[in-house]
């Protein structure tokens, strides 16, 4: 038997075995997490589909290849029509025939074909009509936890309008879902307090971070946060900082997948700190190159409320690498300018235009470069001293609009 039909039986056995048959778009129930917003007589809805979901509508697995469907409606209830931008949701995304050649199967096969047709068939137009509706889906890279969508539409008066979206979708185990943020504290725990009373409690606060048992210090306490929960999650996602994974089997060998082999692993767990006599209650990570390398922030609600609004305490931090424990074999290696880091967090949200307000209160004892405190790991950390205090808005604010609030002057560095 010739090698070349041989090679031809192979393809029809694996052809055979690997029939393309996805599911119909309706026989899928992801649209039952969906949203809608309207303004301006147009209405968007948007949905994502989870990774098992995607693989029913499009036959394969195409979030392990790095796509990700976002499924739009858009009803144009207007007499001239809308057009829809891609870039807004994406400037990443994928064109449908493009999504689908990074799913082909790796050998000669008409199924290909027939996935290049249904990306395509499936696909959310650009133009859409006066008094009509479209759907379709919309190829981005991978977002996992909560993802965060602008949609962007122009009319003929050349005004862009945007609809954002915050959509769970199914599939990461995120820290703070496990949290009843209601149940932390008892009715007659909350207080509230008035500007000077605020100050009070927070250059009151233990200096940092401790072990469960209260023991030993670790981290400071670098942060506050002023926010309803919605907003600040949302406003941190939006900028750029990842969910976390609580930790179990599949986030252990992700993590370690990705400390032996250099990937991100954007959603990796933090080891638990504690405050308030317990550990964090959400952490938010923005990573870089590697795992090695991240920003750390860490959040616990306080029994405190400031002009109705939550007040959270955090501490954040840079890793700046791995090294190597007798404790836990690995943990990350802070760097020591606590403060730039703190800082970092503030310009960051900055020019998101996600602040409201900046203050700095006194709390944790100086340390200089030439003395420096250690974390619990070990790791050395200089401080000036001060805690950030940040009000975050529910409405985009430009610079020259953030009141920085007269409480403490930071020292030159």
């Known amino acids: 038997?010739?090698?070349?039909?041989?090679?031809?039986i192979c393809i029809l056995i694996l052809t055979g075995c690997a029939p393309y048959k996805p599911y119909a778009v309706d026989e899928v129930p992801f649209r039952v997490r969906s949203q809608t917003k309207s303004e301006w007589n147009v209405r968007v809805t948007a949905a994502v589909p989870s990774a098992k979901e995607s693989r029913k509508i499009f036959g394969v697995h195409i979030y392990k290849r790095g796509v990700q469907p976002i499924w739009l409606e858009i009803e144009n209830n207007n007499e001239e029509p809308v057009w829809f931008l891609p870039m807004g949701l994406d400037p990443d995304y994928f064109s449908p025939i493009e999504a689908a050649f990074k799913n082909h199967f790796p050998y000669i096969t008409p199924y290909n074909d027939l996935m290049n047709q249904r990306f395509y068939q499936v696909k959310q137009v650009i133009y859409i009509a006066?008094?009509?509706?479209?759907a379709g889906f919309v190829f981005a890279p991978v977002d996992e936890g909560t993802k965060e969508l602008s949609v962007h539409l122009v009319g003929?008066?050349?005004q862009v309008r945007t609809f954002t979206f915050f959509i769970n979708v199914p599939g990461l185990r995120v820290d703070h879902h496990n949290v009843d943020f209601d149940a932390l504290y008892p009715e007659d725990e909350i207080v509230s307090?008035?500007?000077?009373?605020l100050r009070q409690a927070l250059e009151g606060l233990d200096c940092c971070t401790t072990k469960k048992d209260g023991n030993a210090q670790g981290d400071p306490l670098n942060i506050v946060v002023i926010g309803e929960s919605e907003d600040i999650f949302h406003t941190f996602i939006r900028v750029g900082w990842d969910e976390t994974e609580t930790i179990y089997a599949g986030s252990a060998l992700k993590t370690i997948g990705?400390?032996?082999?250099?990937?991100?692993?954007r959603y990796s767990p933090?080891?638990?700190l504690y405050a308030f006599g317990r550990r964090q209650d959400v952490a938010?990570?923005?990573?870089?190159?590697s795992i090695h390398e991240r920003n750390h922030l860490r959040l616990w609600l306080s029994p405190w409320r400031f002009e109705d609004k939550p007040v959270w305490v955090g501490q954040i931090s840079r890793d700046?690498?791995?090294r190597f424990t007798w404790k836990t074999l690995t943990t990350h290696k802070i760097s020591p300018d606590v403060d730039e880091t703190r800082d970092f967090l503030i310009q960051d949200l900055l020019y998101a235009q996600g602040l409201e307000k900046i203050a700095y209160v006194k709390g944790v004892s100086p340390a200089p470069i030439s003395n420096p405190r250690n974390n619990l790991t070990g790791d050395p950390y200089f401080t000036d001293g001060f805690r950030a205090v940040l009000w975050i808005s529910s409405e985009l604010t430009n610079f020259e609009e953030v009141e920085l609030m007269n409480w403490e002057i930071l020292p030159e560095r």
């Open 270 to 272: 933090v080891s638990g």
């Open 1 to 8: 038997m010739s090698g070349l039909v041989l090679i031809c």
């Open 156 to 158: 003929e008066d050349h």
């Open 320 to 322: 700046i690498g791995v």
């Open 258 to 265: 990705s400390y032996l082999f250099g990937g991100q692993y």
């Open 284 to 289: 938010f990570q923005r990573t870089r190159k």
């Open 130 to 134: 006066p008094g009509r509706k479209k």
């Open 193 to 197: 307090l008035d500007e000077e009373g």
